[in-house]
């Protein structure tokens, strides 16, 4: 994103970078939806065991509390990251 084409996504990822080299920021959540998936889902990085425990968690915690998400939707896979 740039400032000039994208103003407001440039703006949020300036405060997710200062926030990151503060350490204060543990994780943002970017959720999705298109037309041809039900509910809205997350594209989940590919961590380390640890890390991913706790991501795919989030998810499954979502999905038990709003019917609108589909965690069978979600994809928290190394080629998913890179998706465009």
Known sequence: ????????????????????????????VDLHAHANKRGCFIFGNALPFERQ?????????????????????CEFSESGMYHK
């Not at 740039?2 to 994780?27: D, I, M, Y």
Request: hydrophobic share 55%.
């Open 1 to 28: 994103a740039t400032l000039e084409r994208h103003p407001t996504v440039f703006a949020a990822l300036q405060v997710l970078k200062q926030l990151s080299s503060r350490g204060v920021l543990e994780f943002f």
């Open 53 to 73: 425990v706790e991501t795919v968690l989030y998810a499954k915690l979502v999905a038990a509390n709003c019917l609108w998400f589909d965690f069978n939707g």
